[in-house]
């Protein structure tokens, strides 16, 4: 999956810089999850990004996927389908920010991962990658708008590593051992705070950073992130990361960015 935010933010806002990550305790939660995908059983996988554009709106991409598990060998095999993209964007925007995706709807993009959920790679990256350049070279000669010019030249300048680590990020994040980012422990940070609640596991997270923005002095940003996860499954059903500008000068707060991936069964229709 070719995340359409990755692209969406380089063109609408300067990007946020991320705190340091800390390395996480051996004794971790997340960890220990068992990873069991439910084979055979479709499910809907809606990734969506809202950022503040240039003229100051929130604008919304969510990409809808199809998903289905099976077993492959000691692992198992993730079979994705990109089903539409959905924005609130004008359309002339939302053509030039999910160019590189608009080929693939319709086309099942195969990923294979390892029996604990650790390792995440895609079964055949040469066959997608000959598509996505093709798409790419396509739009770069057509576009008038130098937004996907732009993007286009993005991707193509891309090393193979990288453009595989940016299709494999939301499968990533939707698997609990293979996830970077959710913290495995709260012990002693009081930044984390973890619940259990039966089968549910929700890891709750705050951050703080700062962006710049027109040249002017960087603003504190706080960056809040939710995780709900299926401790049956090891799958991520939901994560929420919210990244807020906070006024110096009253209690006021903006919401610049939004991330939420949500995992629901059924087909997407």
Do not use: C
Not at 137 to 160: H, R, T, W, Y
Not at 165 to 193: C, H, M
Not at 212 to 225: F, K, Q, R, V
């Amino acid at each position: 999956m070719i995340a359409v935010g990755a692209w969406a933010a380089a063109l609408m806002l300067p990007a946020a810089s991320e705190p340091a990550s800390v390395p996480p305790s051996e004794s971790a939660a997340v960890t220990e999850q068992n990873f069991a995908p439910p084979g055979g059983q479709p499910m809907t996988y809606r990734v969506t990004t809202r950022r503040i554009s240039r003229s100051g709106n929130l604008i919304s991409f969510t990409l809808v996927y199809a998903l289905e598990w099976q077993g492959a060998g000691r692992g198992y095999r993730l079979d994705a389908v990109l089903r539409r993209i959905e924005s609130d964007a004008r359309p002339e925007l939302v053509r030039a920010l999910t160019g590189l995706v608009q080929p693939l709807i319709g086309e099942r993009i195969a990923y294979l991962v390892d029996a604990d959920g650790r390792s995440v790679v895609l079964a055949d990256p040469a066959q997608l990658w000959a598509q996505v350049a093709e798409s790419t070279q396509a739009m770069a000669a057509d576009a008038k708008a130098p937004e996907a010019q732009q993007v286009a030249a993005l991707l193509a300048a891309l090393p193979d590593a990288e453009r595989d680590r940016l299709v494999t990020a939301d499968i990533r994040a939707l698997i609990a051992p293979a996830s970077t980012e959710i913290p495995a422990t709260g012990d002693g940070d009081a930044s984390v705070s973890i619940r259990h609640d039966g089968a549910q596991l929700s890891i709750a997270k705050v951050e703080k950073g700062e962006v710049a923005a027109g040249g002017t002095a960087a603003n504190p940003l706080d960056i809040e992130m939710l995780w709900t996860i299926d401790t049956t499954t090891g799958l991520v059903m939901r994560e929420q990361r919210q990244s807020w500008i906070a006024d110096p000068d009253s209690a006021a707060r903006t919401l610049v960015e939004e991330r939420v991936r949500a995992l629901s069964p059924g087909d997407p229709g």
